[in-house]
Nanobody, 113 residues
Framework: QVQLVETGGGLAQPGESLTLSCAASGFTFSAATMAWYRQVPGKPREPVATIFVNGRTNYVDAVKGRFTIARDNAKNTVYLLMNSLKLEDSAVYYC???????WGQGTQVTVSS
């Protein structure tokens, strides 16, 4: 069965960096489009970044130039490198396998001074 396990969340100050990891299993990772989403209480879950099989990436405007999505097919892992964090980046971050709509359990990122 498909499993997605996010790690790497935590507390950071504005301007600092965090890297999230999502370890995937139960499917052919190298053939899957993967994405990171985030959600704050009371708001819909929103896409942050997507990485396609060919390595092409998409980002929401709010994180362009600060966040980088990357994948390591040998490790079945997708990453979200978050630089220059802002207070408004605080959210629960979720990993998603786009086809089939599978989600991880989420990891909390809190940016606070």
């Amino acid at each position: 069965q498909v499993q997605l396990v996010e790690t790497g969340g935590g507390l950071a100050q504005p301007g600092e960096s965090l890297t999230l990891s999502c370890a995937a299993s139960g499917f052919t990772f190298s053939a899957a489009t993967m994405a990171w989403y985030r959600q704050v209480p009371g708001k819909p879950r929103e896409p942050v970044a997507t990485i396609f099989v060919n390595g092409r990436t998409n980002y929401v405007d709010a994180v362009k130039g600060r966040f980088t999505i990357a994948r390591d097919n040998a490790k079945n892992t997708v990453y979200l490198l978050m630089n220059s964090l802002k207070l408004e980046d605080s959210a629960v971050y979720y990993c998603k396998k786009n086809l089939g709509g599978y989600w991880g359990q989420g990891t909390q990122v809190t940016v606070s001074s």
